[in-house]
């Protein structure tokens, strides 16, 4: 067995400084913020930042957590109860034996509740009028350097030029977002998950049962978030759940889901049939009391809708969906996430735990998209989304899986009539079935289109999906390439501040200033390595030209002589001329030779 | 000075044997097919096969090129004279001095054109209502597995069920597609670029003026095939290209396109101003003689459009259209590319040389997408459509660039509107700039959509693009990038084969069939590899589950064990208490516990 985790991934990312920016609201609020210093007269560029302290430079002690941003937050609104927790048992552990028992987090506290009759959720403030600290702190982080420029096709949703406090309540209240935020989680840097704000991604990481599990999976999820993660979904099963959960989210900036029932069914020793709602319930007080922020529950799958499966080409792909689906039959009931609903809602709203309403039914496959199976479900799930509301529960709903792009508009307009513009979180979808390996790329297609039409956050899917383990090099991949889905929906439902970067980055490309392109990339590490691969001489970041076209076939720097003509003179014969004598022959002196394939 | 190229990569692909189909009407073609061949009593699949002999596993002599398959087609139509071509000059080789000739093509043969007033282009061909055998081969080829299914958005294309030579005519007759074909490039195997058939991708290629140049370029254009490049466009530039296209033309079963001004600007030392019609047109004449199967010219960029790229944020960014806006604003005349265009018509139609009409002013950045400029090139590029077709020439339109989502389908449409439906030919479109060192997933996520709207090919974007030459693996990437892209858009087309493919990996997938699962897919050994790197032992191939979610947590092997139920009893009441005796604890015996992180 191992020592605590002491190592994570730390540091400012390349070119990139942390900083903290206080809304006017709320002076005393330090909301986070990655600003690129540009070269010469160029003004800086601020993108968002969900990395945590881990960016700021300095060392993060893991055993002691991070520091708790919301404690004062949250006990200022006493609404909030603290008693005497579940204790824990070794089953929560999977009854390890003596060589396999990790290390407990080593800060306990007692963990906090809604007084009986307290407003206790974002979503019952937000109905209530009230503006949350959480409200003005995540409303500030979606303002980055939003300006007037609104350029897209947004598809019913409403984006607003500047996101106010007041903005983000309505939306709350309304459902259309959500702020997953357990009173248990403190640490949390609060966030949004809505149609009208930017575009989130979710990384899942999960313990992989190896001794060093928990070190690994704290670095796992601070690597992840380091790349852009907006929420982190720690799917892990087997032993030390407990443990490894509880050192994830002490030391998570970043919203933590997790699909209860892994856990419920290690307690009944991984047969299904075992599942109840006494051992299912006892898990899910047990990860309110850690803190988890948002949980996938799959109370969609019905017995009545198991039959539904049986002529797919993939059946049921959702683990919890398929052991779902295994109790039913067994025993020949309906499902009791299903029945026991509304007591389920009763628990995650005395701690703010969000509904990920989960999607057990799922397409696996092209063949299966947008079948009878996927579709009952997704009705069933627009009914509890109702009955959370409700109850004051707020909720998200999760969407496929395997579509071809011409099926995927209609996920997303049936999800939003038939669940009330409740955020949809969708995986991927995978817009094909025949590369695996290249999945993250296959669903990236799917995903930035869904994202375009609706979707307010995307789960990743990695190179590995459907062949292994993914391992940090595809975790990193995965994140990055669900960054460009992500952003490159923002530009299309024509969000106000996305393109500035686009165009800070083009701009920089245009001039050649190399380094500024690279730190304003989403991965500058991999862009400058690229790069040096075939122009490594420093001389050559400031070269008006790449090895992709060699400096006698620079298009922008033909293009840069041309402009320098405009600017100088008035009039085209006057350019003519002059263009002549002057920048007729390009960059003939620079000797590098090299061409490369590029589209001419 | 390196010696001639021996050495390209050959061989199956893993999995696959290469065959010959005979279509019936003409039982002396051979078209190749690629067949996977799967476990048990599955169907073996046959795919699209573009990669040429290399994949028959024999040995393939460079230095004699590749049968001359088109040979007897072309001597039987009597329409062809050969005539002492052009000869060769060392300028044509950028003048190289004795240490850097390479060796040229050892057979050298007597180029032929048309006769006066025979027919020779497919075009003409088709109108004559006379179908060729390049129909007919080209034909057989997109007909593979080809069953009645349909299930698709076209907007507005017209996908026949079974690809008929009768089709293929029509559809060349009325423009709408062409195969690219030039009469001296017998080795080549005929194939179609068309809204109505499969969606093609292109690989670029080009010399990087290192002295291994040409052994170097044949096995990347080797390579690109190998993984499913319909066409290679060789960007050559610098010394020795004239030898080095020699030995790629040879040597491809696959149209080679280039950009003529590329050599035709090394002819006149690099001056952009120093081109004129009489280097342009001998250079024309050169690579019509040599067999290159299409041409890149950028007659669309006018004197008058040069002003509208004033304010861009990235100005020209195709190297062709600067040079002529270079050379418009240099002499202050109107481009000699589109005065003469009627002249180029005719060089180009006695060879049967299709244009790929260039889009020299399209957008380099988001900022600049569906601009002034852009879109006024595109209404010339539309004249010019009908110029060349009056004049019998095949026609191909060139798209951007850089364009972010909401404004793709409007780059389609107005190109059908404009271009009279001639087979555009995109370059992605990237959706987002800001992600150098990812631009092959930024422009897949395009590429699908545009070809799914109706684009009919699309050029690679490797992960190199913007910063540097690309690598071999940059180049596979790049070519299974858009396999992807341009298969999800056959699927979203509907077109009536494509799914065959999904539907049987996802079957071996749900069978836990690993080989056939690896064998279908794009890239058969990075899904092996990505497979065995966490459960390598053989034995493992047969388990039924994966390290992703390990034994008790695989999705599809409890839906099997709920399926054997369902197909041994009937009633629900019966499945459930057989479930409860047999398969209700699933794979507990598997000790392998590994689990990961996975969408639940």
Redesign the interface.
Known sequence: MTTKPTNVTTGPITGSKKIYISPEERPDLRVPVREIALTGDEPPVRVYDASGPYTEGGAVDLSAGLPRVREGWLEARGHLESYEGRAVRPEDDGSPNASQVLPQFPVQRRPRRGKPGALVTQLEYARAGIITEEMVYAAARENLGRSALVD??SFGASIPDVVTPEFVRSEIASGRAIIPANVNHPELEPMLIGRNFLVKIN????????ASSIAEEVE?MVWSIRWGADTV?D????RNIHATREWILRNSPVPIGT?PI?QA?EKVH????KLDWEVFSDTLIEQCEQGVDYF?I?AGVR?AH??L??NR???????????M??WC????RESFLYERFGDICDILRKYDVSFSL?DGLRP????DANDAAQFAELTTLGELTKVAWEKGCQVMIEGPG?V???KIKANMDKQLRECGEAPFYT?GPL????????D???S??GA??IG?FGTAML?Y???????????RDD?KTGV??Y???A???D????HPAA?L???A???A??EFRWID??N????PD??RS??D???PKDAQKTAHF?????P?????S??????R??ERTAG??A???E??EG????H?KIVD????????
Chains 1, 2 share one sequence.
């Open positions: 897209g096709e990384a899942n990481i999960g313990n992989s049962a190896l796992k979904m799917l892990s099963t087997g699909v892994y069914l991984g047969d299904p049939q996938t799959h017995l198991v039959p499966t049986a080409v993939t059946g049921i792909v959702s683990r919890g969906g398929s052991m689906a295994a039959l067994g025993h020949h989960g696996g496959s092209i063949a395997h071809p792009m011409h995986l817009t094909t079935d025949i590369a695996p390996g290249y993250h790329i296959t990236g297609i930035a289109m375009w789960c899917v990695t190179p590995k999906e459907h062949l292994g383990l993914p391992d975790v990055i390439t960054k460009i889905a952003h490159a929906a530009l299309a439902k024509g393109r970067r686009d165009d980055l083009s701009k490309r245009f392109q690279f304003l990339a989403l991965d991999t862009a690229f790069h691969e075939t122009l790449c090895s992709m076209c060699g006698k076939f620079c298009s922008m033909i293009t840069q002589d041309v402009r003509l405009a085209l014969e350019k003519a001329a263009f002549r920048g007729g022959r390009i003939m030779d090299q061409k490369a394939p590029s589209a001419e």
